[in-house]
């Protein structure tokens, strides 16, 4: 089993506010989509991942630097939508070598808190599988319908509903036919491929996995990132305090 990532980064994410494309905004001292491919490089069953830029991109050679190689592929073919900038990343990963029936996980640049344990179990949960299937939360909240005035119009019953994360998982051919039939609105390849008539997988993921799209997103985010450096500064404090001579151990604290 060949699998490979795309992660498209050609958006400009205007509503996270901000100067400039929202995935070279700094976060916990660097870009934020540096921490994503941080976590797509973690995965070692991903053969390559591949970032879709805007022809006309100007900040990723800055932000990531010596980023391509092996397994880190860039092409600036992206399109004005989502949808169109996968199916370029299809359309180089074909070029490149990717078969048919290979897996191509597509990441939001913006879920940036994304871990590698997290794409692991999404594979294994359709490694075997005839679809496919994505990352998603089982919804807790209740769910409201708006009304044109911004008033509530109805409550929605949330019993079976998921809100949808990423990567989402697909062999390529399935991926490249359903995009191709469902058009540049589509929002989601899951999406594309209900409309084929299939069923994806759904596979739980927390909600830390969330997109980056609002101003305050950048704050929550900042903090979890600042969070996970002090977990994995603890134990190598503790490690190095271990093994201090006990005569010394005292002069250190």
Known sequence: MTCYA???????????????????????????????????????RLAATLVVLAPDDAGFDAALPGFEGAR??????????????????LDELATRGAAADDWVLVHDAARCLLRPEWVDALIDACAGDAVGGLLAQPLADTLKQAGADGRVAATVD????????????????????????????????????????????????PLENFKLTWPADFELAERLLRARELLVAAPRAEVAAAAIPGACRETVR
């Open 158 to 205: 949330r019993s079976g509903k998921w809100a949808a994360q990423t990567p989402q998982m697909f062999r390529l051919g399935l991926l490249r036919r359903a995009l191709a039939a469902a058009g540049p609105g589509v929002t989601d390849e899951a999406a594309a491929v209900e409309g084929l008539g299939l069923a994806p997988r759904l596979v739980a993921a």
């Open 6 to 44: 795309i992660v498209p980064c050609a958006g400009t994410g205007t509503r996270a506010g901000g100067e400039g494309p929202k995935q070279y905004r700094m976060l916990a001292g660097r870009p934020l989509v540096a921490h994503t491919l941080a976590a797509l490089a973690a995965v070692k």
């Open 72 to 89: 880190g592929w860039v092409v600036r073919r992206g399109g004005a939508t989502r949808a169109a900038s996968v199916a370029a990343g």
